[in-house]
């Protein structure tokens, strides 16, 4: 999850109505018997908001949110990872106390939404879980991290969280921390920090995958050299399609894709598709953004009138148009270089992913129809969809 710049794709606030009326039934079907699991899940931000129930449907326009469960039936999505996504604060100590306690609590509210709806999801901490728990009729909840922040206070935490169950870790966020380098600051460590070798060997020990989305070049090279495992991209995109600093180029696919790696491709507009600077827009939105990072405190009344507001001053500052067909062109350039068993899913769903023709989970079937098309098989679309996904989670638990 990234905030302000994330919610430049609020642009297309209205713009997902009707899509899915043009997959077929037959793509449908076949999207609902396949395993389809998302490896980037910002949802738990909206469990905290007072009176949203993921049992319920919601809609982007009214509300801002992207997965809940009518909507994952609709788009056959089985479950994945719900990431506990810390901002980059002060790295004081300050910072970091409160970095642990927002971690804590985020994944306190994750386990709680399972706890409270056990007919509906349940949790996973091995490969196995997920066929098992898919078996039952319920969604399947795995967890991440996004930013190993709140680590920073004491790092051997980390197998407290393995406990209550972490599977995945994603070091850094937009901007440097304790641990590693950003891809999109200037580097500091030039690569991982002493703790954060550290980081990456505790996590091999205790079976937690290692994502390098948003991390440096520096620290994708350096994870790839030292993990014992394989490494997730957990929400990524081509280099050589959108040449934003957090997707990574042909040769760290190949070298990704060479350990028994995957990249899970990301819909983020702004990392699909370069955008001209628009200080207008930038002046207009910055303290609607600001409001939506507290969105967790507000009445829904409330949320539905900033989801207005902000999609006013989007149409008031338009950006050029991304769609489905530039989600696509990066997706199909990664299968290209690493072929159907490195890649998968990960679309930001609640962290500003999303564009015009894939607005919501309920939209994924899309996806499906588009690779289809391209000429991929049912088998691709299985390894695509959660096959890769599975067998990383399985290699990095058993590289113990
Ligand atoms: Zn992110």
Same mark, same amino acid.
């Given at each position: 999850?990234?905030?302000?710049?994330?919610? @430049?794709?609020?642009?297309?606030?209205?713009?997902?109505?009707?899509?899915?009326?043009? #997959?077929?039934?037959?793509? =449908?079907?076949?999207? !609902?018997?396949?395993?389809?699991?998302?490896?980037?899940?910002?949802?738990?931000?909206?469990?905290? =908001?007072?009176?949203?129930?993921?049992?319920?449907?919601?809609? %982007?326009? !009214?509300?801002?949110?992207?997965?809940?469960?009518?909507?994952?039936?609709? *788009?056959?999505?089985? $479950?994945?990872?719900?990431?506990?996504?810390?901002?980059?604060?002060?790295?004081?100590?300050?910072?970091?106390?409160?970095?642990?306690?927002? *971690?804590?609590? #985020?994944?306190?509210?994750?386990?709680?939404?399972?706890?409270?709806?056990?007919?509906?999801?349940?949790?996973?901490?091995?490969? !196995?879980?997920?066929?098992?728990?898919? @078996?039952s009729g319920r969604r399947v909840v795995l967890i991440s991290m996004e930013n190993a922040?709140?680590?920073?206070?004491?790092?051997?935490?980390?197998?407290?969280?393995?406990?209550?169950?972490?599977?995945? +870790?994603?070091?850094?966020?937009?901007?440097?921390?304790?641990?590693?380098?950003?891809?999109?600051?200037?580097?500091?460590?030039?690569?991982?920090?002493?703790?954060?070798?550290? +980081?990456?060997?505790?996590?091999? =020990?205790?079976?937690?995958? /290692?994502?390098?989305?948003?991390?440096?070049?520096?620290?994708?090279?350096?994870?790839?050299?030292?993990?014992?495992?394989?490494?997730?991209?957990?929400?990524?995109?081509?280099?050589?399609?959108?040449?934003?600093?957090?997707?990574?180029?042909?040769?760290?696919?190949?070298?990704?894709?060479?350990? *028994?790696?995957?990249?899970?491709?990301?819909?983020?507009?702004?990392?699909?598709?370069?955008?001209?600077?628009?200080?207008?827009?930038?002046?207009?939105?910055?303290?609607?953004?600001?409001?939506?990072?507290?969105?967790?405190?507000?009445?829904?009344?409330?949320?539905?009138?900033?989801?207005?507001?902000?999609?006013?001053?989007?149409?008031? &500052?338009? +950006?050029?148009?991304?769609?489905?067909?530039?989600?696509?062109? &990066?997706?199909?350039?990664?299968?290209?270089?690493?072929?159907?068993?490195?890649?998968? /899913? $990960?679309?930001?769903?609640?962290?500003?992913?999303?564009?015009?023709?894939?607005?919501?989970?309920?939209?994924?079937?899309? /996806?499906?129809?588009?690779?289809?098309?391209?000429? %991929?098989? !049912?088998?691709?679309?299985?390894?695509?969809?959660? *096959?890769?996904?599975?067998?990383?989670?399985?290699?990095?638990?058993?590289?113990?």
């Open positions: 999850m990234r905030r302000a710049p994330h919610f @430049a794709s609020l642009a297309l606030l209205c713009a997902c109505c009707c899509a899915h009326a043009e #997959v077929p039934p037959a793509i =449908r079907g076949l999207h !609902e018997r396949l395993l389809v699991l998302d490896s980037h899940l910002d949802t738990p931000m909206h469990l905290a =908001r007072p009176g949203w129930d993921i049992s319920q449907r919601h809609t %982007y326009a !009214e509300d801002l949110s992207q997965v809940d469960l009518p909507r994952m039936i609709e *788009g056959g999505l089985d $479950g994945g990872f719900f990431a506990i996504f810390t901002p980059q604060g002060p790295r004081t100590p300050e910072g970091r106390t409160q970095a642990s306690e927002h *971690g804590l609590a #985020v994944i306190t509210r994750i386990r709680d939404m399972v706890a409270t709806r056990p007919d509906e999801f349940a949790l996973a901490t091995r490969a !196995e879980d997920v066929l098992d728990i898919v @078996a922040e709140p680590l920073a206070a004491d790092p051997g935490r980390l197998a407290t969280y393995h406990r209550l169950g972490l599977r995945m +870790l994603g070091l850094v966020h937009a901007q440097n921390n304790d641990f590693a380098d950003s891809a999109t600051a200037l580097p500091q460590w030039h690569g991982l920090s002493p703790a954060g070798r550290e +980081l990456v060997q505790a996590a091999n =020990r205790l079976g937690i995958l /290692i994502d390098v989305s948003h991390a440096s070049d520096a620290v994708f090279d350096q994870v790839l050299a030292l993990s014992r495992a394989p490494v997730i991209a957990s929400h990524s995109g081509a280099r050589a399609i959108g040449p934003h600093p957090r997707n990574l180029d042909d040769e760290r696919l190949r070298q990704l894709a060479a350990k *028994g790696g995957v990249v899970q491709v990301n819909s983020f507009a702004s990392d699909l598709v370069p955008r001209p600077p628009n200080p207008e827009r930038d002046k207009a939105l910055a303290p609607l953004y600001r409001e939506f990072r507290q969105a967790a405190s507000l009445p829904p009344e409330q949320v539905a009138d900033l989801a207005r507001r902000i999609h006013d001053a989007e149409a008031l &500052h338009p +950006l050029p148009s991304t769609s489905l067909d530039d989600f696509m062109r &990066h997706l199909l350039h990664i299968l290209e270089v690493v072929g159907p068993h490195h890649v998968g /899913i $990960g679309a930001d769903w609640d962290g500003g992913g999303g564009v015009e023709g894939l607005r919501d989970v309920s939209q994924l079937p899309e /996806i499906s129809a588009r690779l289809l098309a391209a000429g %991929y098989s !049912e088998e691709d679309l299985a390894a695509i969809w959660g *096959g890769n996904l599975l067998r990383v989670m399985a290699q990095a638990a058993r590289s113990l």
